[in-house]
DNA sequence: TACTATTTAATTTTT
DNA sequence: TTAAATAGTA
């Protein structure tokens, strides 16, 4: 057998990965350093040299994206496609078993995904019919318990309530939040894993089946997985599984949703004997931006440790900019994204990366002014849509009458006469009987409803009756458009003022032909509508549109795992925002937005520009701040400050405290300001500089003058003679 | 029921 | 500042 096609290219490490024995194995991958081109590689290798069968492997990622992307490049690679080979999320794994196992996992057969938007509501709801007072709790509150919990594995009975009554009225809510799911076939992203897990855990049979099958686990991203991914996984390797995790301690930065870095200690303990394989060299970044990386990620206690390095060139030294204020530092980012484009560089190749979305503003406005086009990423995506959604949820009543969640959606949209009056008196019927919002309608409109309502109620579900016989046996975008045009969505968004409805309209028309173009699994057991369906909730489609243009891309650190550009701004490099307020009090918040600073830095492969702006509005208030502790983190000898056209020197740090580094004082410039300077000014007299803060035109100097005392002078007002 | 005024709070996000 | 949620009004 030629190995070389599977080897070539590859260095010692990532070689030793791929061709590790079949042993658990743990591979610690550092940014840029070919992970996911190991995950690939390793899968070739066991199906082309040790003669695994395709149906063997089992490979999770996080996101469909690099779910997809596995996929492609192991087909490239072996150059067939191979069927049969299971590469998903956790979440969509999760989903194909519980689709094949409905009855042991006590689902009904047409059961439906809810997100979390859909899941808010639905607990929202749970809040009203209980009469719960929302000031007590935010709906937010109990749904991040909810999924905290399932997270973690456990059911409202495997938590102990201490005698806490604040605790117990939530695992209530918890246990009424389930009832309702499952009463509605309802599933959420956390149930999707949760009954995965147990329906393994209590069906041997299952699991011996499953055991057998996937003899290889190959995990992506493992750093992210939460206690219930991990307990599935372990599950399903057993003894004799063999699975092999790729992960990076230090790009851990979901702690705060659940994901456990301490997996990787427990993985070593739970398989013995585990290979462990780090790969350190980096393929990305120029020497200069790594040391910069390994100096920040150094000042973490808890590491497995590791060190990036590169046989590539030093490269160009990290550029600082103290900006005034925000838009200041909006316009220096403008004036180097023009620079680079003047260079004939891609737009697209420069990322603005930022702690928090609500940065994005000033920064587009800066782009919008200086006409260069960009996108920013998160933000709705298509399927998240409410006219998206209103439309899905037609088509999931038709295809399940019992879905209350879709149901109160969509029962009085396009108004039709049935208020929150009459809903209220079908969930007070629903509750007391224990049934869907359906029957209870069905009900209440015989008898509890006057006459008017009861009709609206009537016609409702014949309408949706009707949508349900006349879309049987239609292709699927014909069902799609057909529940349209019966809902009357269109001519409700026609009422939409202004551009709005008209996007609407024409999102619904797109929904059309993403059913058109959607290719349902011809070994799926599920109807190509259920499909569709699923597929709409657990891939939320792209968000923006024009992702063709040549467009700088505007995200947050978050987002920007797994990326890469050649030029990279991290801006809002300010103590109080990055590391962000909220997560400075403890060591592990803190360390994790270390992390994140990693990341980021990690992303840029040619040129780093950090930016910090000295005075910014937060909502809706000016505050001034400390560069970010980070910043100091980075030893000087990579970073290049870059000064603006007023220059000005400044105390380079308040004494005492620890390392805390601002620009550095030059001791002198061209207008020739330094500390101690002698200068005139024409009313207060002769006076020394104490003290400097700001650039550009917005420069101030403390004066102390020897008649009048100390002031704030702003430079470019207080024409200043030097002496 | 729909529109308007007022209040409140303010990371990070994929599935 | 602003977005969202709620309360109040026509």
Redesign the pocket.
């Known amino acids: 057998m030629d190995v070389t096609p599977i080897l070539d290219g590859l260095n010692d490490a990532q070689r030793q990965a791929v061709t590790a024995p079949s042993e658990p194995a743990l591979v610690i991958a550092g940014a840029g350093s070919g992970k996911t081109r190991v995950l690939v590689h390793r899968a070739a290798w066991l199906i082309d040299v040790e003669g695994v069968s395709p149906q063997g492997l089992l490979a999770v990622t996080?996101?469909?994206?690099a779910a997809a992307e596995m996929r492609g490049r192991i087909e490239a690679l072996l150059k067939v496609p191979v069927q049969h080979l299971w590469i998903g999320?956790f979440?969509?794994l999760a989903h194909r078993m519980l689709r094949r196992h409905w009855r042991e996992a006590g689902l009904p057969q047409s059961f439906q995904i809810i997100?979390?938007d859909d899941q808010l509501r639905l607990i929202k709801r749970l809040f009203k019919s209980q009469e719960i007072d929302?000031k007590l709790w935010a709906p937010k509150e109990i749904q991040w318990f909810i999924n905290g919990q399932k997270d973690e594995g456990l059911r409202p009975q495997h938590i102990d309530d201490g005698g806490d009554p604040n605790l117990r009225q939530k695992i209530e809510l918890y246990r009424s939040y389930e009832e309702i799911c499952q009463r509605g076939g309802l599933v959420d992203?956390a149930e999707l894993l949760l009954r995965a897990h147990e329906v393994l855990r209590d069906n041997a049979e299952l699991l011996e089946h499953y055991r057998r099958r996937f003899q290889h686990l190959l995990v992506d991203e493992f750093q992210d997985t939460n206690a219930i991914q991990y307990a599935w996984l372990r599950l399903l390797a057993g003894s004799k599984g063999v699975p092999f995790v790729v992960g990076d301690d230090d790009q851990s930065i979901y702690g705060?949703?659940g994901a456990r870095v301490e997996h990787i200690e427990q993985f070593q303990k739970d398989f013995p004997g585990t290979h462990v394989v780090k790969l350190e060299q980096n393929y990305r970044s120029t020497g200069t931006i790594l040391n910069a990386a390994n100096a920040v990620i150094s000042n973490n206690g808890s590491r497995m440790g590791k060190n990036l390095w590169t046989d590539g060139a030093v490269g160009e030294s990290i550029k600082l900019y103290s900006a005034y204020n925000e838009r200041d530092e909006a316009d220096f980012i403008v004036g180097r994204l023009r620079d680079w484009s003047a260079q004939g560089n891609a737009r697209a190749d420069a990322a603005l990366l930022y702690?928090?979305?609500?940065q994005s503003r000033v920064l587009e406005e800066g782009l919008i002014n200086a006409r260069i086009p960009y996108r920013v990423y998160?933000g709705l995506r298509f399927f998240e849509r409410a006219e998206i959604k209103d439309a899905l949820a037609y088509l999931r009543l038709a295809s399940n009458r019992d879905d209350d969640s879709s149901f109160e959606r969509v029962v009085?949209k396009p108004?039709r006469?049935?208020?929150?009056r009459t809903v209220e008196i079908m969930r007070a019927y629903a509750r007391a009987n224990a049934c869907s919002m359906w029957r209870a309608a069905g009900a209440v409109a015989s008898d509890e409803l006057n006459g008017r309502a009861a009709n609206a109620v009537a016609a409702f579900m014949t309408l949706i009756e009707r949508m349900a016989r006349e879309i049987d046996g239609l292709e699927l975008h014909d069902k799609v458009d057909h529940v349209i045009h019966l809902s009357a969505l269109i001519d409700f968004f026609k009422k939409d003022k202004g551009e709005k409805g008209e996007t609407r309209i024409e999102n619904l028309a797109e929904l059309v032909s993403a059913a058109k173009s959607f290719e349902p699994d011809p070994a799926g057991e599920m109807s190509p509508l259920d499909e569709f369906l699923a597929h709409a909730a657990?891939?939320?489609g792209e968000g923006q549109a024009g992702a063709w243009e040549d467009c700088v891309q505007l995200m947050?650190m978050?987002?920007a795992k797994g990326l890469e550009f050649p030029l990279v701004f991290i801006c809002g490099m300010e103590d109080g925002l990055f590391p962000?307020q909220?997560?400075v009090a403890d060591a592990q918040g803190l360390e994790e937005e270390r992390r994140l600073c990693y990341v980021g830095i990690t992303r840029a492969m040619r040129s780093l520009y950090i930016t910090h702006a000295e005075q910014r509005?937060l909502?809706?208030m000016d505050s001034f701040s400390q560069p970010s502790r980070f910043i100091a983190e980075i030893p000087d000898e990579h970073i290049e400050e870059i000064r603006p056209r007023v220059q000005v020197a400044r105390p380079m740090r308040s004494p005492g405290v620890t390392g805390r580094r601002g620009p550095v004082p030059s001791s002198g410039n061209e207008l020739g300001i330094r500390l101690g300077q002698q200068v005139r000014h024409k009313k207060f007299g002769d006076g020394v500089i104490l003290n400097c803060e700001g650039q550009g035109a917005h420069a101030r100097v403390e004066v102390n003058f020897e008649g009048a005392g100390t002031k704030w002078l702003v430079l470019s007002y207080a024409n200043l003679d030097l002496m």
């Open positions: 996080f996101t469909n994206k999320t979440h969509g997100d979390s929302d992203f705060w949703r702690r928090s979305n609500a998160g009085n108004t006469g049935i208020g929150a657990l891939e939320a947050t978050h987002s962000h909220r997560s509005r909502h809706g």
